[in-house]
């Protein structure tokens, strides 16, 4: 293959690739941060490391209000943010959040709530998750 079509080859990919990818990249930089988030309740652990946090998500018609219970461990003065604990689809504010002990936190929600994702255990902390 000669070297002008060769690089006639490499350009036409190049192309093609910035014709994907550009406007894939700036749909996701406009649409990041149009999700509403709502807390709904924070709750301490008894030694104050962990606060339970219950919020709600909006991020338009293209995707359901989602329900969300999240820890945040303080630590040296600085929080950090697990993964979700719990993800349910859809809008209730009757997710209740309660402390067992200071390394437990139980989760009830309401039953025949759509639970998308249940995680039990992060960074030494439990969840235990009951329907109500």
């Known amino acids: 293959m000669s070297s002008r079509l060769t690089r006639a080859v490499k350009a036409l990919a190049t192309g ?6 550009v406007p894939a990249l ?10 509403e988030e709502t807390i709904l309740e924070e709750r301490a ?13 909006n991020c338009g018609a293209s ?3 989602a329900t969300l219970v ?9 929080s950090s943010v697990s993964d979700n604990l719990l993800l349910i689809e859809g809008p209730t504010q009757e997710v209740q ?14 039953r025949g709530s759509k639970v998308v994702y249940r995680r039990h255990q992060w960074n030494g902390l439990k969840a235990t998750f009951a329907e109500r």
């Open 63 to 65: 995707q359901p209000v």
């Open 97 to 110: 959040t309660s402390w067992a002990d200071a390394a437990t936190v139980a989760i009830a929600v309401p």
């Open 26 to 35: 700036a749909i996701m930089l406009l649409w990041r941060g149009r999700c």
């Open 16 to 21: 093609s690739l910035l014709f994907l990818v």
């Open 45 to 57: 652990s008894p030694d104050a490391r962990f606060t339970a946090q219950t919020a709600q998500k």
């Open 70 to 78: 999240r820890v945040l461990e303080q630590e040296g003065g600085k």
